[in-house]
C-alpha cells in the first residue's frame, strides 16, 4: 500500500485533522518561550499560519514537549516530522489535498487541487491539554496545513526512536479506557506510529497484539502490522494466525494476511485447511477466493469434499463464485452434479445462476430436461 492511501484513506477516518506549517528554524530550546512569534518561510515546514515558533529538540523530544507545555497556559499545539516508511512512487499524479485548514472544532477542512511527487516525511501533530497529550494526527508531507492564528510549535531536530516512543506511550496511556471516546488518542495515535520508518515502531506495534493487551487494540495494531510494516509485520501476523488461543482474533488475521506483501495466500489456504475453528476455516476461504485464483481451487475443492462443518463447505462453494468464471464456473457445475451434500449443490447451483455464465444457463437446460 502506498504511504499516501495509507495517510488519506477511509481506514484513517477516525483521525482528529491534521495541522501543518512552513517556518525556518531559529529559536534554541533555552529561548523564552514568550518570545515574539515570527513569520515562517513558507518553503521550509509543512505548517503554515501567523504564529508559527520553532523549538529545538535535540535534547530529547519529550524533553521539548515537556517544556513547551510548562511554558503554555491552555491547549497547546506541536508539530515535528520524521522519515516515513518506504512506500510506492506517487508517478507524479495529483494525489491529496493541497492545503489543510485547522478549524475552530479541531477538524480540518482540505482544498486546493492537490499536491504531487514523492516525499520521505510524516508530519504529526500533538495537542496537549490538561497535562496530557489529547490529540494526534499525521500527514504527508507534501500537504500544508493552515493553522491560522493559533500558536504552533514546530520541534526540530526530532530522533525517529524518540518519536515512536512517544506516540507509544500516547497509545499505552488509553488503550485501556472502558469508554470509546476516552480510548479516542490511542485509536489516532497507532496508524501515525505504524508509519514511522523507524524499525522500533514495528517493535511498539508488536507489543500491542499481545495476549495481555484489550482486544481492539490487539485488532487495530495487527492491522497497522499487515498494511505498513512489510515483511516485518507479516511475519508477526503469520505467527499469529498459526499460534494465538483468540480464535475471534484470528478470524481477523485472515483479513489482515491480504494486506501483507506477498497476500498471505499460503497462511490462508492453511488455515482453511487446519484451523481448528469452523468460523477461522470460513473466513479463510472467503479471503481465498477473492484473491489466489488458480491456486485456491485445490484447497476449496478439498475443502467442500472433507471439512466435518456444512457452513464450512458451504463458504467453500460462495469462494468457488468470487474465482474467474473461466475458473469458478466449470467447478461450481462440478459440484452442482455430483456432490454428496444436496446442501452444497444447492448452494452451487445458486451461485451459477448469479453468475449468468452461458455454461451456467446450458447447464440449468440440461438438469431441466431430464
Not at 36 to 46: E, F, G, H
Not at 88 to 112: H, I, K, N, Y
Not at 239 to 255: I, N
Amino acid at each position: 500500500m502506498t504511504f499516501r492511501s495509507l495517510a488519506w484513506a477511509g481506514f484513517c477516518a477516525v483521525l482528529v485533522p491534521v495541522i501543518g506549517a512552513t517556518g525556518n528554524w531559529t529559536q534554541p530550546m533555552t529561548a523564552p518561550l514568550v518570545a515574539a512569534l515570527q513569520a515562517p518561510d513558507p518553503q521550509s515546514l509543512p505548517v503554515g499560519g501567523s504564529r508559527i515558533e520553532q523549538r529545538s529538540a535535540a535534547t530529547g523530544l519529550k524533553a521539548a514537549v515537556e517544556a513547551v507545555r510548562r511554558a503554555t497556559p491552555g491547549p497547546v499545539w506541536l508539530a515535528w516530522s520524521v522519515p516515513a516508511v518506504e512506500r510506492a512512487s506517487d508517478d507524479g499524479r495529483m494525489r491529496g489535498p493541497e492545503t489543510c485548514v485547522l478549524e475552530d472544532d479541531g477538524d480540518v477542512r482540505q482544498s486546493g487541487r492537490g499536491y504531487s511527487g514523492e516525499t520521505g516525511d510524516l508530519v504529526l501533530l500533538l495537542r496537549h491539554e490538561r497535562n496530557a497529550p489529547d490529540r494526534l494526527a499525521f500527514t504527508d508531507g507534501r500537504c500544508t496545513v493552515d493553522a491560522g492564528k493559533r500558536a504552533v510549535y514546530w520541534l526540530d531536530q526530532v530522533a525517529p526512536a524518540q518519536s515512536v516512543a512517544l506516540v507509544a506511550a500516547m497509545v499505552r496511556a488509553t488503550a485501556g479506557a472502558e469508554d470509546k471516546p476516552a480510548r479516542r488518542p490511542a485509536r489516532q495515535a497507532l496508524p501515525a506510529l505504524a508509519l514511522h520508518a523507524d524499525g522500533s515502531a514495528a517493535q511498539a506495534l508488536t507489543a500491542f497484539v499481545a495476549a495481555d493487551q484489550p482486544h481492539w487494540l490487539r485488532r487495530d495494531a495487527a492491522f497497522w502490522l499487515g498494511a505498513a510494516r512489510g515483511e516485518a509485520g507479516a511475519r508477526v501476523v503469520r505467527r499469529l494466525v498459526r499460534e494465538d488461543a483468540d480464535s475471534r482474533f484470528r478470524e481477523h488475521l485472515t483479513f489482515v494476511l491480504t494486506l501483507t506483501p506477498d497476500g498471505g495466500v499460503d497462511d490462508l489456504i492453511a488455515a482453511a485447511r487446519i484451523d481448528e475453528s469452523a468460523a477461522v476455516r470460513r473466513q479463510a476461504l472467503f479471503w481465498l477466493g477473492q484473491q489466489a485464483g488458480k491456486r485456491a481451487i485445490a484447497t476449496l475443492t478439498e475443502v467442500m469434499k472433507d471439512d466435518p462443518d456444512r457452513e464450512v463447505r458451504r463458504h467453500a462453494v460462495f469462494a468457488l463464485s468470487q474465482l474467474p468464471k473461466d475458473e469458478g464456473v466449470p467447478r461450481l457445475i462440478e459440484v452442482a452434479r455430483s456432490h454428496r451434500d444436496p446442501e452444497v449443490r444447492k448452494q452451487a447451483m445458486f451461485w451459477l445462476g448469479q453468475s449468468g455464465d452461458e455454461r451456467a444457463i446450458r447447464f440449468f437446460e440440461e438438469t431441466l430436461s431430464k
